[in-house]
């Protein structure tokens, strides 16, 4: 009877049509218990992970113990919508945090193995995030749309393109980009060493970057055009800050940036806090109070400001008077 039901095809099943909420198992062996089922639901359909991933994620709740990685995640059908890859790496506080690759992209990284012998999928280098209305504004956006860069890992092909955080990826090759999501997305679909064009907002101007995809910078050469047809303490944002010292710059792995001391008013409200590191003011690098005080003053009432906490980068929204 085992034998037979292992020999039982699976069927998968499109992952657009996982929602969440949506009740969900997964099957594997933890510590050679076979046929181990557990349940959960699906928290989020397009999570994208900062440690550079490629793909949108499933996360679920479902509990993926040791030898489960790489087992289907299933729908209350039967059908297998994603493959079961990482749960959060603090097991201790967050028991219940998992992540799946849905099973379309899981299918597209088998065939480019199957072909090309390639090791892993293609791939940008860059942490992006959603571009929100208030972000839209204060980049100067028509409308609330894009992957927004974060950060961008030294030595890939985003680097040697020229990409830069602050940069709104609005376009892949023919394919536009409303979320952040899809660029993951729509990267790691191409085989590693296509070539492809980004078209992107910089500076409120449009301009077009040729990059290869999972390749190194070695093998990407920076190629940017404008596209055609286009051309101490923060009074009003509430921070207080002081340049980063050497022992801060070693821990943070950063050259320059402004450590948060304090924050209240617009800041504190948007979420800054304490021990967080500016980097950057409406697509402005900052360095020094001076820096700070410039852009403050031409600033309008949205200010789209870049920090780093705990090695990760992300854009908030400061709303000021």
Do not use: C, W
Not at 130 to 140: I, K
Not at 262 to 288: C, F, H, M, R, Y
């Amino acid at each position: 009877m085992t034998s037979f039901y292992r020999r039982l095809p699976a069927k998968l099943t499109e992952p657009s049509r996982v929602r969440v909420g949506e009740q969900v198992l997964a099957i594997g062996s933890p510590d050679r218990f076979q046929n181990t089922v557990t349940a959960g639901i699906v928290s989020a359909t397009s999570r994208t992970l900062p440690d550079g991933s490629n793909f949108p994620f499933f996360q679920t709740d479902v509990s993926v113990n040791p030898d489960n990685s790489g087992g289907p995640l299933f729908n209350r059908a039967g059908e297998v919508v994603g493959i079961d890859v990482q749960v959060y790496a603090d097991s201790d506080r967050y028991p219940s945090l998992a992540f799946a690759i849905p099973i379309n992209m899981a299918a597209k990284v088998r065939l480019q193995v199957q072909a090309t012998q390639a090791t892993s999928p293609g791939g940008l280098g860059v942490e992006v995030q959603d571009v929100g209305p208030g972000l839209a504004v204060a980049f100067g956006l028509p409308r609330p749309a894009g992957a927004l860069v974060n950060s961008v890992a030294p030595g890939t092909t985003a680097a040697a393109s020229g990409l830069k955080p602050g940069d709104v990826i609005i376009r892949i090759g023919d394919k536009p980009i409303d979320r952040s999501a899809e660029l993951g997305e729509d990267a790691a679909a191409l085989p590693p060493g296509t070539k492809t064009t980004l078209k992107l907002i910089r500076n409120r101007r449009p301009m077009t970057i040729t990059v290869m995809v999972g390749a190194s910078a070695e093998s990407s050469s920076p190629k940017a055009r404008p596209s055609e047809g286009g051309s101490g303490s923060g009074d009003r944002l509430g921070l207080s800050m002081h340049p980063l010292n050497e022992d801060e710059r070693r821990a943070s792995d950063l050259a320059v940036g402004l450590m948060v001391d304090g924050v209240d008013g617009p800041a504190a409200k948007a979420g800054i806090q304490s021990g967080d590191i500016v980097l950057s003011l409406n697509d402005t690098l900052v360095e020094t109070q001076a820096d700070v005080t410039a852009l403050e003053a031409k600033a309008g009432k949205q200010v789209a400001v870049l920090i780093q906490r705990n090695h990760a980068r992300s854009f908030v929204l400061v709303e000021v008077k």
